[in-house]
């Protein structure tokens, strides 16, 4: 479970900053790294103006963030890139955007601080695939003006809702909401609930209004339905076994590293 609602984390990140013009790849000008024993369940990550904030995060998580993979994709590494957690506070220059900190920034970190060194590859495995039921489509089409399109770079204005912008979604325990999204985005979101990746196989290319309800994985509620199920009855979609390519982080070398 911490490891789903991490990789839901990533993906979420991911949608916030990813409108955002990536410059060339650097470094971090300072960082500090300190392990995290508290023993909270609570952890994210908050990029800033010059500065990236990391809070309670294990080295898979950050792995995650960097590397934009889900934990499934993840392969190889010791134990304790599950176990233990890291404080990252770590500053740059002011201008630099939100997606090079998160992303290639961060890979930079951890090759250095972390001694990473991974390698990616593509195996034939387990996947579902989304179809349209065979009852029809139920989704909701986008309405016209209920969101605001984000510029790129430009952050949302003091008193301005996230939730308000085009493509913005939430997962929580049993629930997914999204304003004005695709399938394609909708199928990668269900890859982070489900733990394997969902292949979009409808051809459907209009934006959509999503509300899911669906029983938690770890839930004693027997009254909602599997996801499975209220994929299906919700919006008229489905989900099926299957096989296919899907690339893969494989982790050829990592170390603890030194705090600071």
Not at 151 to 159: D, V
């Amino acid at each position: 479970m911490r490891h789903r609602i991490a990789g839901i984390l990533a993906v979420a990140l991911a949608a916030v900053i990813r409108a955002q013009t990536p410059a060339a790849h650097s470094e971090f000008e300072v960082a500090s790294i300190k392990r995290n024993v508290s023993g909270d369940l609570s952890r994210g990550m908050r990029p800033g103006i010059g500065r990236l904030s990391i809070s309670n995060m294990t080295p898979r998580d950050l792995l995650m963030v960097a590397y934009q993979v889900r934990d499934f994709q993840i392969s190889g590494g010791p134990s304790w890139i599950d176990s233990e957690n890291y404080d990252i506070e770590a500053k740059t220059d002011s201008n630099t955007p939100a997606r090079q900190m998160a992303e290639p920034m961060l890979q930079a970190l951890l090759e250095d601080r972390f001694k990473l060194k991974v390698h990616r590859e593509t195996k034939e495995l387990p996947v579902y695939v989304l179809t349209v039921a065979k009852n029809g489509l139920k989704i909701q089409p986008a309405k016209e003006g209920s969101c605001i399109t984000p510029e790129p770079g430009k952050p949302p204005a003091p008193g301005q809702r996230q939730s308000a912008f085009c493509g913005f979604h939430v997962t929580g325990r049993g629930r997914y909401d999204a304003t004005h999204t695709s399938v394609p985005a909708l199928a990668t979101d269900l890859s982070s609930v489900l733990r394997r990746t969902v292949v979009d196989n409808t051809a459907l290319a209009e934006a959509f209004d999503v509300h899911l309800r669906f029983a938690a994985e770890d839930s004693a509620d027997s009254t909602s339905p599997s996801i499975f199920t209220a994929v299906q009855e919700q919006l008229g979609l489905k989900l099926e076994s299957g096989k296919g390519p899907v690339e893969v982080l494989v982790i050829d070398q990592v170390e603890r590293p030194s705090e600071n």
